[in-house]
Structure formats: structure tokens, C-alpha cells
């Protein structure tokens, strides 16, 4: 036994249906929502984007209101009192490095950027001092760590410096004698004040 074709009803939501195919329910007809000529052309919104870039160059060229660049190097914006920069090593009275070579600056490194070679020293004040004290400046992440874990106040980043502009990776790495060279005398008591320093 046949069963009857059901009679399809035109969809009502989607787009306007104007006639449908008396030989197929799905071949349908409807009308096209074409926009506007301003919203089809490119040429209005071009001029409007035209228009407030002019607007801009012309508002900062003669006023100079939100202008935002400074002329680097002749012009620097101040640092914070508390801004990091090279770093440099501390002396002793008699000129000599603090540095003791005791390994927990390269140690608490996270850039693993500070290589020391430690050697004996006639001094009996210490018993080393580093033969190599070099920091690749390229790969420091200026995070002041180094100082934290310096126990005879031999490293500091207090210079305000920026890390010279190189052509070669070599140029990046500082030694120890460019490092003394920024350094200056350390008032610190080697070894602290000892047991008895709250009493003072």
C-alpha cells in the first residue's frame, strides 16, 4: 500500500521564502538581504580611519600633548630609586677583591650566568679568592640574588647601568677587573658584628 506524500510547510524562520519548486519541496527561492552601497564599499571607511590618523599626526606634530617617545639617548626618563643595573665587586681596604670565593652566588643563580675559579690566596685573612669572575650580562635575569646570597658584602647591582649594547655574544660577558673598576671601598665587618648584635 502507498502512503500519501504529506504536504512539506515552507520553514518559517531563516531567511524570507518567495516561492517553492512544484516538483521538489527543498528547491526554494528566497530573498537576499544585500547590504547597503556605504556598508558594501570600502571607500567610507577608509576616509573615516584616513581621517583620525590625520587627526592624530597633526594633533601631535603641532601640540605634542600625547606624545609618548622620548628622544633616547638624549632624553632618559628618571629610574626608580630602587632600579638594578651592572653589576660591580666591593673592595677591601687595601684594594684587593672581597669576594672570598665561596660559591653561593653562582650557585643561587637561576641564569646559571656567573662562572668562578676559585684559587688559593697567601692572604690569612681568607683562605681563596677568584682567580675568574666573570657574568654573562646577555644572560643575567636581574634578579639580585647573587647580592642576597653574598655573605662579605662582595657583589652589588647598584651601579644604575645598563648592559652595553654588543656585537658578539663575548662582548655581553663582564670580568673581574671591569667589575672592581665600578666597585669602591666596603664598610661591612667581615664576618658580621658577631654574636652581640642586638645589644648594639
Known amino acids: 500500500m502507498a502512503h500519501s506524500a504529506q504536504p512539506t510547510k515552507p520553514a518559517t524562520d531563516g531567511p524570507e521564502v518567495l516561492s517553492v519548486s512544484p516538483l521538489s519541496a527543498g528547491v526554494r527561492t528566497v530573498r537576499v538581504a544585500r547590504p547597503s552601497r556605504e556598508d558594501s564599499s570600502f571607500l567610507p571607511a577608509t576616509l573615516k580611519g584616513l581621517s583620525i590618523t590625520v587627526k592624530h599626526f597633526f594633533k601631535n606634530?603641532?601640540?605634542?600633548?600625547?606624545?609618548?617617545?622620548i628622544q633616547y639617548p638624549e632624553e632618559k626618563k628618571p629610574y626608580p630609586p630602587r632600579n638594578r643595573g651592572l653589576h660591580r665587586l666591593m673592595q677591601r681596604e687595601d684594594?684587593?677583591?672581597?669576594c672570598v670565593a665561596c660559591m653561593c652566588c653562582p650557585t643561587v643563580c637561576p641564569a646559571n650566568c656567573i662562572t668562578i675559579i676559585p684559587a688559593e690566596t697567601t692572604d690569612a685573612r681568607v683562605e681563596k679568592y677568584p682567580a675568574v669572575f666573570e657574568i654573562d650580562e646577555l644572560r643575567c635575569v636581574v634578579c639580585g640574588l647573587c647580592v642576597e646570597a653574598c655573605p662579605c658584602d662582595a657583589i652589588r647591582m647598584d651601579t644604575g647601568l645598563h648592559a652595553p649594547a654588543?656585537?658578539?655574544?663575548?662582548?655581553?660577558?663582564?670580568?673581574?677587573?671591569?667589575?672592581?673598576?665600578?666597585?669602591?671601598?666596603s664598610i661591612a665587618v667581615q664576618g658580621g658584628v658577631g654574636p652581640a648584635w642586638r645589644a648594639k
Request: overall charge negative; hydrophobic content about 35%; glycine content about 16%.
Open 166 to 185: 654588543v656585537e658578539e655574544r663575548a662582548g655581553g660577558i663582564i670580568d673581574k677587573d671591569s667589575m672592581l673598576g665600578m666597585g669602591s671601598r
Open 61 to 69: 606634530v603641532l601640540t605634542k600633548a600625547d606624545v609618548e617617545t
Open 95 to 98: 684594594g684587593t677583591v672581597r
